[in-house]
């Protein structure tokens, strides 16, 4: 009797809280899906949600540790995000995914100027778009790498806020099987920034002096937020 209860109770709370999400049943689902993944299964904790207005576009600038590092950056988001994806992921048995958050496939070259139109066209819809200006997991963990210019051009080519976010401990290692299926022996800790304020770079030519310039400033604010340089 009291599991059936039990069981009644927490049935009507997820149709409550469904409701009123405003997501389809099957978006809902999988952000709580991820989350659970995220949280007790690397252990995901955040100091504060990310701070994202409750609609119209942002973008999300973040350090590149793990091949689960999209599900880390959503554990602390109340929106659902949408994440610019290296193209060999895009396989099959994975294009529902990526059709249902609208990914957008990404050639890691840097040069890819059809994702770049796709990334401003999420933003335009009004999405919550994220970026790893890394874009590689060669040597994760151990340092932020070069990064692309990819987050800078949407940045400047659109109105949207950006902010910045640092994930810290999980599996930092490039290994995808290794991230996705083993439990993290280091919790996982990410660290969402305020709104960076671009008016210094508004208004000028924009260029690939000005891109890499706007690239090493969104760097600079990623690392600020590493636990380790605030503690």
Request: net charge positive.
């Amino acid at each position: 009797m009291w599991a059936f209860v039990t069981l009644a109770i927490l049935s009507a709370r997820l149709v409550y809280n469904w409701r009123r999400s405003g997501r389809s049943f099957g978006s809902f689902v999988g952000l709580g899906i991820v989350r659970l993944y995220a949280r007790f299964w690397h252990g995901c904790t955040f100091p504060a949600p990310a701070e994202l207005p409750a609609r119209g576009p942002a973008l999300i600038v973040v350090n590149h540790t793990s091949s689960p590092d999209g599900c880390f950056v959503q554990c602390g988001c109340r929106r659902g995000l949408t994440f610019l994806v290296a193209d060999e992921f895009f396989q099959p048995y994975f294009l529902w995914i990526w059709a249902t958050t609208a990914c957008v496939p990404v050639s890691r070259n840097g040069l890819d100027v059809r994702a770049a139109r796709e990334g401003l066209r999420r933003l335009r819809e009004g999405r919550v778009v994220v970026v790893f200006p890394e874009g590689t997991l060669s040597g994760a963990g151990i340092r932020l790498r070069t990064p692309k210019c990819g987050a800078a051009f949407l940045a400047l080519h659109s109105d949207a806020p950006v902010y910045p976010a640092f994930i810290s401990g999980g599996p930092q290692h490039p290994d995808v099987v290794r991230g996705w299926f083993l439990p993290s022996r280091k919790r996982v800790r990410i660290v969402y920034g305020q709104p960076l304020d671009l008016t210094p770079y508004r208004g000028r030519p924009i260029n690939r002096a000005l891109l890499e310039e706007v690239t090493a400033f969104f760097m600079r604010q990623v690392a600020a937020l590493d636990p380790r340089k605030r503690s």
